[in-house]
């Protein structure tokens, strides 16, 4: 049975960091677009009085959540229900000194029985919207074979992922979490593993990122971003997965280059430089973080700061 969401205690990740490299201790006007548990924005408020924060989720529970402390931060504090690809419109006209995007899942969503455990009694859902779009359970017990392969493939589910959206259609149909997991674990039986991860874990993540469309979403951010930051603002973006990662840095790389490229780059060319990379590799978590708080441990910060002079 799942936890209350009220039980979950999310701890925000790489806190002290964000506030550093958003540089909210001087106040400002910034946009959090994964408002999540709260944590960042609370932090963000509490840094300086004089900061104000847009707070938007697509999750309508975690905006629920929200509000039951927003009131305490009055006018400073705008909760708004809103994906990615609404950047533009959450963000009303206005630019920020910075922007920050925490892209992990927070504990009161895992433990809110729907679905993204594979512990779960619950139904299988893993929408962060639960208003619109197909559930995980509509896409594993209807799609071809062959489209839930590309869904696992794309998510970093490897070599396996074929055999395993084999077994899914074979033993389709799934109604809960732990059908499916029991059906994935069916699936490795008599092949050596170094890991003492569930083999269902990384297969639920794929599966919610692509429920979710995450990877399209970030995209949309990354496209949308220079436009809601100030010159001279930041943009912050915290991944826990290599697809994201990878496409954070590419697109920040394309943002630095100036129209300086190899002769083999097949990113996107930029017109001209509209900033730097603050970190030229992206901050992981300190060891004291990873052992308080062991979900932190697969974090990486990407910092970018806008304008033509840096």
């Given at each position: ?23 909210a ?89 729907r679905?993204?455990?594979f ?9 962060m919207d ?14 071809s ?28 149909p799934?109604?809960s ?19 003492h ?6 297969v639920?993540?794929?599966?919610r ?20 930051v ?37 990113g ?12 030229k590799?992206a ?8 052992s ?8 990486r ?10």
């Amino acid at each position: 049975m799942s936890k209350a969401a009220g039980d979950a205690v999310h701890v925000p990740v790489m806190l002290n960091e964000v506030i550093e490299a958003l540089g909210a201790r001087g106040g400002g006007m910034f946009l959090d677009c994964t408002f999540g548990g709260g944590g960042h924005t609370r932090a963000i408020l509490d840094a300086s009085p004089d900061s104000w924060v847009v707070a938007m989720d697509r999750d309508a529970r975690a905006l629920e959540r929200g509000s039951q402390w927003a009131s305490a931060y009055g006018d400073r504090l705008d909760l708004v229900h809103a994906p990615f690809s609404k950047v533009a419109e959450a963000a009303g006209g206005r630019v920020f000194d910075g922007v920050l995007a925490d892209l992990g899942m927070s504990t009161d969503q895992l433990v809110e029985g729907r679905g993204f455990s594979f512990a779960d009694t619950g139904p299988l859902d893993m929408r962060m919207d639960e208003s619109a779009g197909m559930t995980a359970a509509d896409f594993v017990n209807t799609s071809s074979e062959r489209e839930i392969f590309l869904a696992l493939a794309e998510g970093g589910v490897g070599k396996n992922a074929r055999a395993i959206a084999r077994t899914l259609v074979f033993h389709r149909p799934f109604s809960s979490p732990k059908q499916l997991a029991d059906a994935v674990k069916a699936s490795q039986l008599g092949k050596r593993s170094q890991s003492h991860v569930h083999p269902a874990t990384v297969v639920f993540q794929a599966l919610r990122m692509h429920i979710n469309d995450e990877l399209g979403e970030v995209k949309k951010l990354l496209e949308a971003a220079p436009s809601a930051v100030k010159q001279g603002g930041k943009l912050a973006i915290i991944t826990f997965h290599s697809v994201e990662d990878r496409a954070v840095a590419s697109r920040m790389r394309e943002w630095e280059s100036a129209g300086s490229y190899p002769a083999n780059w097949r990113g996107i060319r930029a017109e001209k430089r509209i900033g730097r990379v603050v970190n030229k590799g992206a901050e992981k978590p300190s060891d004291e973080e990873v052992s308080r708080n062991p979900a932190s441990r697969s974090a990486r910060l990407r910092v970018f700061q806008f304008g033509e002079s840096f």
